[in-house]
């Protein structure tokens, strides 16, 4: 990316003088290593970037992108920059934020943790996972990135293409997993992260369980692209001894509570920016599903259901439009969600699905990846609604314009269908897919990697198609093109990225690697 220049706060000048606790020398290959305290710093800030409290990067790559392209949150705002979004012919000027901004806050305190720790040790295996966890999302974003060429401000390198980058990623979960793993196995109490590691509090298991997590999402997402990589590496993860996320306990919450941070997306949706979007709203409301309540605030609207939600991509939409529709029930203080146990659960499924040794079978992951949504939200009745066999996924009714009307693609009920046949099997993948969506709201990212790379879960197409680039409505948005800052300023390694995509060309209707081409 372009060129950045680190900036490290004054007091970490300070802290250099203080010195290391004993344990970290024991675990890190050089005693005299600048001080504990330093990487704990740091490392909380790498916790901020993985989930967005700030509100500014929320509204743009919780809100603008990947709520929309995921079908999860519909932007209302009036300003045309945050519409260019959504209505698929995204400005360059936000453009760019969806990749810089991740870049800029957190490479450099990644660097600096490097440097502190000289690679090696607890803090820094940590800090790769973070960084995995960061960069899968701009892969998914963009494609080709600068991964294995990036150094401590230099950034204008040249780019990885998509399969050396995603294994590279592996790379560097499978070195965390063995640190940390060997970590525990010598001392199993071991923790220095309490009060800084505002996801597990330094539980050190945890994060072998959601490294392993990560390493299983990155396996089903290439698994089009490289099968027998995908499986084998999916296939680790699961039977690696501390597993992967396969209880709420392990769920990857931001917790902000006691921190001057605030849920990014709560301040987007106190301006009134932000509804739920009907394409999810849509399949609950078909669903009957009681976990409306834990998302959504209820509608003032007129209508059959107590939940609307709004089309996204309508040209021209402002705040005052659809006012009295559900919006995103979330507080100033509410933990934002990073990676949860259900999400884990779908994947096992999909791999089961896929005949990966996966511990169980497609239909009963499927089945608790159900369960741990909804008591991660603590609705009851989980058992009962994966039984049903009547209710389908609701077309989309919009009583403030009949013209924002939209039917519905799937047809399909909870239930799982226990038949063998190659058609059965399709049904049930989307099936997975469709209730992984609904049990990561409000994340989007997720399910538009999804809906690209398998073609469901059926996310509604934008209702304005205003692209220059050659995105449809059937495909939708398929990736955020380069930067013409990253032109500007990295030209000759851009320009070279480009040739590694599947068509050669940097557009917003290019399939990425992993992705189903037709």
């Not at 009681?290 to 007129?302: C, G, L």
Request: proline fraction near 3%.
């Amino acid at each position: 990316m372009k060129k950045i220049t680190p900036i490290i706060c004054s007091v970490l000048l300070v802290l250099l003088m203080c010195n290391c606790t004993g344990k970290f020398e024991e675990f890190n290959s050089n005693q005299y290593q600048p001080p504990v305290l330093n990487s704990r710093l740091l490392f909380a800030q790498l916790i901020t970037c993985m989930s967005s409290t700030e509100e500014n990067p929320s509204q743009r790559n919780i809100t603008f992108w990947a709520g929309p392209f995921g079908g999860m949150l519909t932007p209302t705002s009036s300003w045309s920059r945050s519409q260019h979004f959504y209505t698929y012919n995204v400005d360059d000027n936000w453009n760019k934020w969806s990749v810089d901004w991740y870049f800029k806050n957190f490479y450099p305190n990644y660097f600096s943790i490097e440097r502190f720790t000289e690679g090696s040790g607890h803090y820094y295996a940590l800090a790769k996972i973070m960084r995995v966890h960061i960069m899968q999302i701009i892969a998914s974003m963009q494609g080709p990135l600068p991964y294995t060429q990036v150094q401590s401000g230099q950034y204008s390198v040249r780019y990885d293409n998509e399969e050396t980058a995603w294994k590279a990623m592996m790379d560097d979960l499978d070195y965390s997993i063995d640190v940390l793993t060997s970590l525990m196995n010598t001392d199993s109490s071991f923790n220095e992260l309490t009060t800084e590691d505002r996801i597990y509090q330094g539980d050190y298991k945890k994060w072998i369980k959601f490294a392993n997590s990560l390493k299983l999402r990155i396996a089903i997402r290439i698994s089009n692209a490289v099968p027998e990589y995908a499986k084998e590496k999916a296939e680790e993860a699961v039977a690696h001894p501390y597993g992967v996320m396969d209880s709420n306990e392990y769920d990857a919450y931001d917790n902000i509570t006691t921190t001057n941070y605030k849920n990014g997306l709560a301040s987007v949706n106190s301006w009134g920016e932000v509804r739920a979007n009907a394409c999810i709203v849509s399949f609950m409301n078909g669903y009957q599903d009681p976990r409306r309540e834990a998302y959504f605030t209820k509608s003032s609207a007129s209508g059959d259901y107590d939940y609307i939600g709004v089309r996204s991509g309508i040209q021209g939409i402002t705040t005052d439009m659809f006012s009295t529709y559900s919006t995103v029930k979330v507080e100033t203080k509410t933990p934002m969600l990073i990676f949860n146990a259900a999400e884990v659960a779908f994947l096992k499924a999909e791999g089961a699905l896929k005949g990966w040794t996966m511990g169980g079978t497609a239909e009963e992951f499927y089945k608790e990846g159900i369960r741990l949504s909804f008591s991660e939200h603590g609705i009851s009745g989980a058992d009962t609604y994966i039984a049903n066999k009547t209710n389908v996924p609701a077309d989309y009714v919009c009583p403030a314009n009949s013209a924002y009307n939209y039917s519905n693609s799937c047809k399909l009920s909870v239930a799982w269908n226990t038949d063998s046949s190659e058609k059965a099997k399709e049904e049930n993948l989307e099936r997975i897919l469709t209730q992984k969506m609904i049990a990561n709201f409000p994340i989007g990212n997720e399910t538009w990697a999804d809906f690209r790379r398998t073609g469901y879960p059926g996310v509604f197409p934008a209702y304005n198609n205003l692209s220059t680039q050659g995105v449809t409505k059937e495909r939708q948005q398929r990736r955020l093109r380069f930067s013409e800052d990253e032109y500007a300023s990295n030209g000759t390694n851009v320009t070279e990225a480009c040739s590694f995509l599947s068509n050669g060309q940097d557009t917003d209707a290019t399939d990425l690697w992993w992705a189903k081409k037709t």
